[in-house]
């Protein structure tokens, strides 16, 4: 089936010698994997290797088989060329961060329209903004909601965050968060991308990147943290 949608990508993958497999997260159909067939070839190629940057924005045409094999694109566009993530090495450190969490909590290849739309404008949003120190935290807790365990607010006064059920609670148990780092979580919680004041000091970023690890982790199975992190961690240290 050919298909015309948008499309995030995730990771590109050196096949052999010039060619490249590509993961990306499309509106259309969810995650997907094709196959680039003489990617490196010296030959002029329209499919250039920069389309393939982690986290650009693509709009392609592509044969959709659905058979569990590899897809093959026949048309790719840069979508929204980036001003600044692939040049600002605060952005770029973001991008690969961030690419490597999608790489390793989306599985589904079925359609998820409206975490599509979400991740598209906050990758917009960083492109364009210069205060960008909150954005992996706001964007990591936010995507959440879309895979199913968003912190349970309902009881959101409780001293205690309970990891493993994502709930707040009045009395500790083992996997609960400090009532420090229940604040912290409990002040993050609300923010969105344009609220541009440095709510937090560089140990409480850290902490709070700790914190999201951790409940990623509690709640995807196999979940591997990024090699990327402690990039992440130097370039906001």
Not at 106 to 124: F, G, H, P, V
Request: glycine residues 2%; contains cysteine; neutral net charge.
């Amino acid at each position: 089936m050919l298909v015309k949608t948008k499309a995030i990508v995730i990771s590109s993958l050196r096949y052999q010698e010039k060619s490249l497999i590509v993961k990306c997260f499309t509106a259309s159909d969810g995650l997907k994997s094709y196959y680039v067939r003489d990617a490196f070839s010296s030959r002029k190629s329209t499919q250039k290797t920069v389309y393939f940057r982690p986290l650009n924005i693509l709009e392609i045409e592509a044969t959709h088989k659905n058979n569990g094999r590899l897809e093959y694109f026949k048309e790719v566009r840069l979508a929204h060329p980036y001003f600044s993530i692939n040049t600002n090495i605060v952005k770029t450190a973001i991008a690969l961060f961030m690419a490597e969490m999608l790489h390793h909590c989306i599985k589904e290849e079925e359609q998820n329209q409206n975490l599509y739309e979400y991740l598209e404008t906050a990758l917009l949003w960083l492109d364009t903004h210069n205060e960008v120190t909150n954005f992996h935290l706001i964007v990591l807790l936010e995507i959440t909601k879309f895979l199913g365990f968003y912190p349970e607010s309902n009881n959101s006064g409780g001293a205690f965050f309970e990891m493993s059920e994502g709930v707040f609670v009045a009395y500790p148990t083992i996997s609960c968060l400090s009532e420090k780092e229940t604040s912290l979580l409990r002040t993050l919680m609300p923010l969105k991308l344009d609220d541009t004041a440095k709510m937090f000091h560089v140990s409480e970023r850290q902490l709070l990147l700790k914190i999201l690890m951790d409940y990623y982790a509690l709640h995807l199975d196999g979940f591997v943290r990024p090699k990327s992190l402690d990039v992440l961690r130097e370039v906001f240290s």
